[in-house]
Antibody, heavy 118, light 107 residues
């Protein structure tokens, strides 16, 4: 079965850090771009970052540029989002997703909640 | 950067009715990176349509997508109880951008 499973969310104080993981099964990362998308409570979907299929290129939304780092471990079929200098504005459910045909996000994880609060 | 505007914000319809959801781009876009997603309450989004009009695997044929240029439509021909949800359009140029969503609720 093709699926993505995120982990690593939780409660963190402003200025703190978290590392999210997304483990894939049923397909090899090497063939797909991978994405992180977040959704603040009661709000819409917002792209955070993506990485190309071989991990050589990453792109970030302006709001997280310089604070978040997207990486992958192809041997473990896992991608990571290292999040530093967190603020309340980063509070959201974070989804990882696979880029399929024409970059449509065709497989989504269940999401992991990140809450930034003192 | 392309901005996607969805309308209406909320659509109140009865089961069995036809739903037409609009997604308007701020400039003409290619159809191939235009997709539609469904998100039910408390769940992750699910891909319905890619390439503006191609149904994703396992999506019922009551869902259809159309459009070109700046105007795109998601049509649900006959609403089933499980179709009441929020729908997003998505476009990918150098990065993905999402519309604000349309909530389809039971009238």
């Amino acid at each position: 079965e093709v699926q993505l499973v995120e982990s690593g969310g939780g409660l963190v104080q402003p200025g703190g850090s978290l590392r999210l993981s997304c483990a894939a099964s049923g397909f090899p990362f090497i063939h797909y771009w991978m994405y992180w998308v977040r959704q603040a409570p009661g709000k819409g979907l917002v792209w955070v970052a993506h990485i190309n299929n071989d991990g050589t290129t990453t792109n970030y939304a302006d709001s997280v540029q310089g604070r978040f780092t997207f990486s992958m471990d192809n041997a473990k079929n896992t991608v990571f989002l290292q999040m530093n200098s967190l603020s309340a504005d980063d509070t959201a459910v974070y989804y990882c997703a696979r880029g399929g045909h024409n970059h449509a996000l065709d497989i989504w994880g269940q999401g992991t909640m990140v809450t930034v609060s003192s | 950067e392309v901005v996607l505007t969805q309308s209406p914000d909320t659509l109140s319809l009865s089961p069995g009715a036809r739903a037409n959801l609009s997604c308007r781009a701020s400039q003409p876009i290619d159809t191939t990176p235009l997709a539609w997603l469904q998100q039910k309450s408390g769940q992750a989004p699910r891909l319905l349509i890619y390439g503006a009009s191609r149904r994703a695997n396992g999506i019922p044929d009551r869902f259809s997508g159309s459009g070109s240029g700046t105007d795109f439509i998601l049509t649900i021909s006959r609403l089933e109880p499980e179709d009441f949800a929020v729908y997003y359009c998505q476009y990918h140029s150098t990065s993905p951008v999402f519309g604000g969503g349309t909530k389809v609720e039971i009238k």
